[in-house]
């Protein structure tokens, strides 16, 4: 198990960016999938970004490819999440979280390991 603490949300006005910290307690967090995930009101959590224990490999939501980075330090025990370009149906809680399958996957329930989440608001 790692705990998880997300950090770096705000308001932002649409075309700006915010980048997402997620710090991870425990000696092995280099072994979990990290994800990131968002739930806007009355919506559904849906995923945005995975990247695995390695960081070799990264998956996106279609509609945030090119716009966002997954990206994260070992050493740190920190994934980020670089969001650039944001519009105003990017505003959501976001959260990260993690997974030891070894796997990478978009699944929410796949993953059992998560932060309190962090809001992002973006104004147009």
């Known amino acids: 198990q790692v705990q998880l603490v997300e950090s770096g949300g705000g308001l932002v006005q649409a075309g700006g960016s915010l980048r997402l910290s997620c710090a991870a307690s425990?000696?092995?967090?280099?072994?979990?999938?990290m994800g990131w995930f968002r739930r806007a009101p009355g919506k559904e959590r849906e995923f945005v970004a995975a990247?695995?224990?390695?960081?070799?490999?990264?998956y996106y939501k279609q509609s945030v490819k090119g716009r966002f980075t997954i990206s994260r330090d070992n050493g740190k025990n920190t994934v980020y999440l670089q969001m650039n370009s944001l519009k105003p149906e990017d505003t959501a809680a976001y959260y990260c979280?993690?997974?030891?399958?070894?796997?990478?996957?978009?699944?929410?329930?796949?993953?059992?390991?998560w932060g309190q989440g962090t809001q992002v608001t973006v104004s147009s």
């Open positions: 979280a993690g997974d030891r399958s070894g796997r990478v996957p978009t699944n929410p329930y796949e993953y059992d390991n």
């Open positions: 425990g000696r092995t967090f280099s072994m979990y999938t």
């Open positions: 990247i695995s224990s390695s960081g070799g490999a990264t």
